[in-house]
């Protein structure tokens, strides 16, 4: 069995330990001498003063300032040529802080998101967004094996974190504007059971977003035809307009709303609602379509599969 070593054992940390646990003998280390406890007596993990044996090494830790500190310390224990992964969640700005620190010491690092929970991670059900050099994610690639079902290389360095941290914002918006739906259709009688269950429809409000006006529209700069900008822009005035006969308060509806008014402003009224993101395209200087399709993998794949289960 090869040796690899964990940094963090909280509540993912363990569940990682145990995966790994399965195929590998897992040096770990923890602060909290419970967590290690209980991660020795369950998983068999060795505890570690120092990782200088491990050739590669995972972090799972609580915050990005506290995995800096941590591949600071690592940088003066490993091995040159050693490969660091971080699964905790950071930004793409903290890897990079983090590359710069392991790079003096000759050590690599790849980001490793996780895009599932504690429980998916603990059945070896997860899935992760790989960003880093493709020889280096090539060498870990058997120690991640046992964590994911699937998996999918997004970029360069910090790609995949980047994609999880997109992902996450999208959940916690869709969240609220849902919360929003929940109360609308509360005020107006409609049976929240038949809101989800319009709402999962493909052709409905909360997929066809994504899988008509981004995917196809967006993507591929396609505005002619569809549902006009202006008339979007109508309807939301009609949801806000019921909001305020009904007594709920919005905030993301009414964010959006905004947007809509500018994009008629800027003369995006008669293309279809997807041309919004001319706006960002306009604000950022950076075009939304992908200058060529990214090459689809067997493990992207794999990610749209398990999606399209879903609708």
């Known amino acids: 069995m090869s040796t690899v070593g964990l940094c963090g054992l909280g509540n993912m940390g363990y569940a990682i330990a145990g995966r790994l646990a399965t195929r590998h003998r897992v040096l770990g280390t923890d602060i909290d001498p419970n967590r290690l406890t209980a991660a020795v007596d369950d998983h068999g993990v060795v505890p570690a003063t120092g990782l200088g044996d491990a050739d590669v090494v995972l972090l799972s830790l609580p915050s990005p300032s506290v995995s800096l500190d941590v591949a600071t310390d ?4 490993l091995r040159p040529g050693s ?7 950071v930004n793409p700005s903290d890897i990079a802080r983090t590359a710069r620190v392991l790079d003096q010491a000759g050590v690599r690092l790849v980001d490793a998101a996780i895009l599932s929970g504690v429980a998916q991670m603990a059945a070896g059900e997860s899935t992760l967004l790989l960003g880093g050099d493709d020889a280096d994610l090539d ?3 058997p120690y991640l094996a046992p964590l994911a ?4 290389r997004l970029g360069p360095l910090g790609a995949g974190m980047a994609a999880k941290v997109i992902n996450n914002a999208v959940a916690h918006a869709v ?3 849902l919360a929003e739906a929940g109360a609308l259709a509360a005020a107006t009688g ?5 809101l989800a269950e319009l709402l999962a429809n493909p052709e409905a409000g909360l997929l066809r977003p994504l899988t008509h006006r981004f995917a196809e529209r967006v993507l591929h700069t396609g505005y002619e035809g569809g549902m006009p900008t202006e008339a979007a822009r109508k309807d939301s005035t009609l949801a806000l307009a019921m909001a305020q006969e009904t007594g709920v308060p919005l905030f993301a509806t009414q964010a959006a709303h905004t947007v809509y008014d500018l994009g008629v402003a800027e003369g995006l009224g008669r293309l279809d609602y997807a041309s919004i993101a001319r706006l960002w395209e306009d604000w950022t ?14 493990s992207t794949a794999a990610i749209d599969a398990t999606a399209e289960s879903t609708r």
Not at 74 to 77: E, F, K, N, P, V
Not at 83 to 89: I, Q
Not at 285 to 298: I, M, Q, V, Y
């Open 74 to 77: 690592l940088a003066g224990t």
């Open 139 to 141: 060498r870990v690639e």
């Open 175 to 177: 969240m609220v504007v």
């Open 285 to 298: 200087g950076r075009p939304l379509a992908d200058p060529e399709p990214p090459e689809r993998t067997s």
């Open 190 to 194: 409609v049976p929240r059971a038949r």
């Open 83 to 89: 490969v660091v992964v971080e699964t905790s969640t």
């Open 149 to 152: 079902r699937t998996s999918a």
